[in-house]
Each structure stands twice: as structure tokens, then as C-alpha cells.
């Protein structure tokens, strides 16, 4: 090979090398950052589109969910609200035989405008099974509460008359639509 047309070639062959480093080094990383990018995206778009198809299997289910939700929650009304709690503690208190001695409620607006609660602190003293009766019929009434605490107390030195306060928070939903 005459030496010009190595010195060709050898320049070439540089050029093609420097050219190559320079594409490893400049074009191929933005180039994988995009590809990766683009598949972490199109893997959250699959889990998207199966979270979808799971919530279209579920949409019944969620709805009547939600209606039942929206039936047992508390009137925006707040005096009629107040009403359907006591209520609900009458026929407890009817159920169980166990002796109110306390009954204050608060109300708490949440920080999202869509619901707020009822809460009440409810003071009352029975024997054990009274007060078990009592706490079954709160929890299995379909008004929508919430038991934040319990405490039970001994009233008397045989432990017969056990005191039981209990912080319950009630769901009243602000929205117009709610089904009653």
C-alpha cells in the first residue's frame, strides 16, 4: 500500500474511531435515558390499563359499594343528623339494657369539603354482657360509625357494674347527590 493511500486510510480509520467514541459518548446516552424512560412508561400505562379492566370487573360491586355507603351515612342536616345518632343510641340502649349516663356529640368538618363527621363520646355502665350487647348493636347497625376508643371501667369493688366510654365518629356526606 503506498503511503498516501495509508495515510488515507489510517485517517479514516480515526476519523470512524473518534466518530464512534463520540456517539458512545454523546448520542447514546440521552438516546438509552430515552429508551428507558419510554419503558418505564409504557410499564406504567400497562399497569394502568390492568388496574382499569380490574376496576370494570369490580364496577358493580363498587357501586352498590358506594350506594350503601352513601344509604348508611348520616342527613346533612345537622339537627336531623343529631337525631338519627340518638336515635341509634336509643334502640341500642333498648336492645342491651345498659344505663346512659353521657352523651356529647362534636361535629368535625375534614379537610376535604365532601364529608364531615359526628362525633360523640358515649358514657355507659352495665354488667359485662349488657354492655357486649350494646357494642354488638352499634356494630352491626348499618349506620355508617367508626369506634375510635374504648374504656372500660369497674364501678364497683366485685367488678359487676363495669363502666364503657366510647369515642364513635358517624358519616355525614356534604355532597347533594346522597341517596337516602
Known amino acids: 500500500m503506498p503511503i498516501k493511500n495509508r495515510q488515507q486510510f489510517l485517517t479514516i ?3 470512524t474511531a473518534v466518530g464512534l467514541l463520540a456517539m458512545d459518548r454523546i448520542v447514546r446516552p440521552p438516546l438509552a435515558k430515552l429508551w428507558n424512560d419510554r419503558s418505564a412508561r409504557i410499564a406504567k400505562l400497562q399497569r394502568q ?31 336531623a343528623a343529631e337525631g338519627q345518632l ?3 343510641l336509643n334502640d341500642w340502649v333498648q336492645y342491651s339494657g345498659v344505663t346512659l349516663q353521657n352523651v356529647a356529640p362534636t361535629w368535625k368538618q375534614a ?24 357494642l354488638y348493636a352499634m356494630e352491626t347497625d348499618k349506620m355508617a360509625l367508626r369506634v375510635q376508643s374504648i ?3 369497674s364501678k364497683d369493688a366485685t367488678g359487676s357494674n363495669i363502666g364503657l366510654g366510647i369515642q364513635v365518629s358517624a358519616l355525614v356526606l356534604v355532597s347533594a347527590d346522597v341517596k337516602k
Open 151 to 153: 374504656e372500660l371501667t
Open 111 to 134: 379537610n376535604d369539603p365532601t364529608y364531615k363527621t359526628l362525633d360523640c363520646r358515649v358514657d355507659a355502665s352495665g354488667s359485662l354482657d349488657r354492655l357486649s350487647q350494646f
Open 86 to 88: 340518638f336515635s341509634g
Open 13 to 15: 480509520l480515526t476519523l
Open 49 to 79: 390499563v390492568k388496574d382499569g379492566k380490574m376496576l370494570q370487573q369490580r364496577k358493580n360491586w363498587l357501586r352498590g359499594h358506594w350506594d350503601d355507603i352513601q344509604k348508611s351515612s348520616l342527613t346533612n342536616d345537622t339537627t
